[in-house]
């Protein structure tokens, strides 16, 4: 079992910068794959980013690719999205996620085996 816990949302103007964390407890964070999704008002959950256990190999949705950056520190169990120039269509809840490494699959979101609550993002133009 692994536990996730997002943080580091909020409100900020167009073109502002936001760094979420999420800290994972429980099971061996390195052996996990990890995702950021999000899920704006009406709309299904996308992928936004994702990363390998060891860090070595990133991927990330063409919308934020160039503007946010996946990355992860396993000493501390924590992974981060660090998301700059924001536009107002980045405004949506952010959750993490982990699967196991048999399973995961980095763009979707049904090979991970658990999340976080979501932390929320606001671009306001």
């Known amino acids: 079992q692994v536990q996730l816990v997002e943080s580091g949302g909020g409100a900020v103007q167009a073109g502002g910068s936001l760094r979420l964390s999420c800290l994972a407890s429980?099971?061996?964070?390195?052996?996990?794959?990890m995702g950021w999704f999000r899920q704006a008002p009406g709309q299904e959950r996308e992928f936004v980013a994702a990363?390998?256990?060891?860090?070595?190999?990133?991927d990330y949705a063409d919308s934020v690719k160039g503007r946010f950056t996946i990355s992860r520190d396993n000493a501390k169990n924590t992974m981060y999205l660090q998301m700059n120039g924001l536009k107002s269509e980045d405004t949506a809840v952010y959750y993490c996620a982990a699967a196991p490494a048999s399973r995961w699959s980095a763009r979707r979101a049904t090979s991970y085996d658990y999340w976080g609550q979501g932390t929320q993002v606001t671009v306001s133009s």
């Open positions: 990363i390998i256990w060891g860090g070595a190999a990133t």
């Open positions: 429980g099971r061996t964070f390195s052996l996990y794959g």
